[in-house]
């Protein structure tokens, strides 16, 4: 995972929850406790963190490189369900939009939104996220 430079703490309480772990699979010693205090602590730092967060950090994590994308959500709510719908039989296939059907439980729902790509390859085949005119029809 890609760390921020103010989430920095957060990373290296984690790395340190994962090798108190590796020791106590590694050898004999209960480290329980230790994990617990780490698990407390690394959830007060996040609190702490993310709750006082400055305007540029903010865009920061909006910018992530490591946030899901449209397509991340939909699948996630969706699971197997989802069908994406191409073209607009008129001009041609934009693909910065997306859209199709899916079911949440027994009901369907259509699914619409933008997608930009997650590496230099798939942004390029989806524009980078910027939709053409046909793609909003």
């Known amino acids: 995972m890609e760390y921020l430079d103010f989430e920095l703490p957060i990373k290296e309480l984690e790395e340190k929850y994962q ?16 994990c617990k205090q780490i698990e407390k602590k690394l959830k007060a730092t996040r609190k702490e963190i993310y709750g006082n967060l400055t305007p540029w950090q903010r865009v920061q994590m909006s910018r992530h490189p490591a946030r899901p ?27 910065a939009m997306i859209g199709g059907l899916g079911k949440i439980g027994d009901q369907s729902f259509m699914f619409i939104g933008q997608q930009k790509g997650f590496n230099t390859k798939t942004r390029q085949y989806r524009n980078f996220g910027m939709a053409n005119p046909e793609g909003y029809r």
């Open 19 to 34: 090798q108190t772990l590796a020791i106590g699979s590694d050898s004999e010693v209960d480290v329980t406790a230790t």
């Open 69 to 95: 994308y449209t397509l991340d959500y939909i699948k996630a709510i969706c699971g197997d369900t989802w069908l994406e719908l191409h073209g607009d039989r008129g001009v041609k296939d934009d693909k």
